[in-house]
T-cell receptor
Framework: SQQGEEDPQALSIQEGENATMNCSYKTSINNLQWYRQNSGRGLVHLILIRSNEREKHSGRLRVTLDTSKKSSSLLITASRAADTASYFC??????????????FGKGTLLTVNP | NAGVTQTPKFRVLKTGQSMTLLCAQDMNHEYMYWYRQDPGMGLRLIHY???????AKGEVPDGYNVSRLKKQNFLLGLESAAPSQTSVYFC??????????????FGDGTRLSIL
């Protein structure tokens, strides 16, 4: 079963604009992670936010987490053509001994047009 | 460091044939994972391992077997390939640290077609 679900499924923007992707999940978590996948490549870890954190920054990335709404958002500021990729959120379960497994959403395909 | 290396990168099989996908990591990670990625389905966990000599079933284990004889290697086997196993297979690894998940490091995948 999918724990995380990204929204929208696809997003197309112009270079320089900001891109916002959302992730919703169902059960309590220890942390939530965001990954990027370029076409034909493996996933690359972007950022991890723990359940007791509300916001985290890394370069042009800003991630927020609202555990009361079971949702997270990934903001990419001043987007570049090189940001074109699929973005996935991944969650673990905070109970049941699943701290070493992640469940991935279906991803958001971001296209940044030059 | 090479990170996570998967071999082969591409393979075409006939229904009923068998094959083994190899994953090797050079980061001394304890945990290793095999996923399959299908259009519209995201990544689904097939099997995983929390250490040398241990394996466990994930979300979609049927039709696959795994072995972790050495810490750095995680093998995924298809004993009798079926067209439904046509997919892109990803291996990942992570290190253990306390009780919370750590980032996973992925290989670039094996694209497998079953005719």
């Amino acid at each position: 079963s999918q724990q995380g679900e990204e929204d929208p499924q696809a997003l197309s923007i112009q270079e320089g604009e900001n891109a916002t992707m959302n992730c919703s999940y169902k059960t309590s978590i220890n942390n939530l992670q965001w990954y990027r996948q370029n076409s034909g490549r493996g996933l690359v870890h972007l950022i991890l936010i723990r359940s007791n954190e509300r916001e985290k920054h890394s370069g042009r990335l800003r991630v927020t987490l609202d555990t009361s709404k079971k949702s997270s958002s990934l903001l990419i500021t001043a987007s570049r053509a090189a940001d074109t990729a699929s973005y996935f959120c991944a969650t673990d379960a905070s109970s049941g001994g699943s701290n070493y497994k992640l469940t991935f959403g279906k991803g958001t395909l971001l296209t940044v047009n030059p | 460091n090479a990170g996570v290396t998967q071999t082969p990168k591409f393979r075409v099989l006939k229904t009923g044939q068998s094959m083994t996908l190899l994953c090797a990591q050079d980061m001394n990670h304890e945990y290793m994972y095999w996923y399959r990625q299908d259009p519209g389905m995201g990544l689904r966990l097939i099997h995983y391992s929390v250490g040398e000599g241990t394996t466990a079933k994930g979300e979609v284990p049927d039709g696959y077997n795994v072995s972790r004889l050495k810490k750095q290697n995680f093998l995924l086997g298809l004993e009798s390939a079926a067209p439904s196993q046509t997919s892109v297979y990803f291996c990942a690894s992570s290190y253990s640290k306390g009780v919370s998940n750590q980032p996973q490091h992925f290989g670039d995948g094996t694209r497998l077609s079953i005719l």
